[in-house]
């Protein structure tokens, strides 16, 4: 079965950065699209970055500029490198695995990201 385990999350102060894994099983991470969202006390989880099979990447208006998603399919490895963070970026961040050929979804358990002003 598909499992997906996140790390890299904390605390950082205003301005610091942090890198976020998602380390898959269970697929051909190759064939797979990969996503971190992240949600926020009484917020709807909403989506952060995005990194197609190829390689495209999507982002939310909020990060851009500041984020960059990566992945390494040697690693099964999904990333999200966050700088310059802000207090608005405190959530807990999930990353999420699509299987293209199966249209199905998958997330982890997520990790917790506190940006302190």
């Known amino acids: 079965q598909v499992q997906l385990v996140e790390s890299g999350g904390g605390l950082v102060q205003a301005g610091g950065s942090l890198r976020l894994s998602c380390v898959a099983s269970g697929t051909i991470f190759s064939s797979a699209a990969m996503g971190w969202y992240r949600q926020a006390p009484g917020k709807q989880r909403e989506m952060v970055a995005s990194?197609?099979?190829?390689?495209?990447?999507n982002y939310a208006d909020s990060v851009k500029g500041r984020f960059t998603i990566s992945r390494d399919n040697a690693k099964n490895t999904a990333y999200l490198q966050m700088n310059s963070l802000k207090s608005e970026d405190t959530a807990v961040y999930y990353c999420?695995?699509?299987?293209?050929?199966?249209?199905?979804?998958?997330w982890g358990q997520g990790t917790q990201v506190t940006v302190s002003s």
């Open positions: 990194i197609t099979t190829i390689g495209s990447t």
């Open positions: 999420k695995l699509r299987r293209v050929l199966y249209a199905d979804d998958y």
